[in-house]
């Protein structure tokens, strides 16, 4: 089993900035990739980005692209999503997911490991 455990959520003003991060634990499968995902009230959960241990392979919805950046450290066990230019419709609850497989996916189904999630607030 893998455990995964998110931080880094909170309140930040329209224009601003955070940073999640995504502990890793137990069983985890290096070659498969790890997403976060999100989820806002009355929505269904939306692909952010992926990417793979080694640090490749990284990639994004189109609704954030060029505004977050992904990254990964091995030996921390850790993924982190970096947060920028943060708008009020990015408010939702994050969620980190890891793969299945060995394929860099953007759908939910791919992914059979999930978080607890981390509340993330944009004020305008």
């Known amino acids: 089993q893998v455990q995964l455990t998110e931080s880094g959520g909170g309140l930040v003003q329209a224009g601003g900035s955070l940073t999640l991060s995504c502990a890793a634990s137990?069983?985890?499968?290096?070659?498969?990739?790890m997403a976060w995902f999100r989820q806002a009230p009355g929505k269904d959960r939306e692909f952010v980005a992926a990417?793979?241990?080694?640090?490749?392979?990284?990639n994004y919805g189109d609704s954030v692209k060029g505004r977050f950046v992904i990254s990964s450290d091995n030996a921390k066990q850790t993924v982190y999503l970096q947060m920028n230019s943060l708008k009020p419709d990015d408010t939702a609850v994050y969620y980190c997911?890891?793969?299945?497989?060995?394929?860099?996916?953007?759908?939910?189904?791919?992914?059979?490991?999930w978080g607890q999630g981390t509340q993330v607030t944009v004020s305008s």
């Open positions: 997911a890891a793969s299945k497989g060995l394929a860099v996916a953007r759908v939910t189904s791919a992914y059979g490991f």
């Open positions: 137990g069983r985890t499968f290096r070659a498969n990739p």
């Open positions: 990417i793979r241990w080694s640090g490749s392979n990284a």
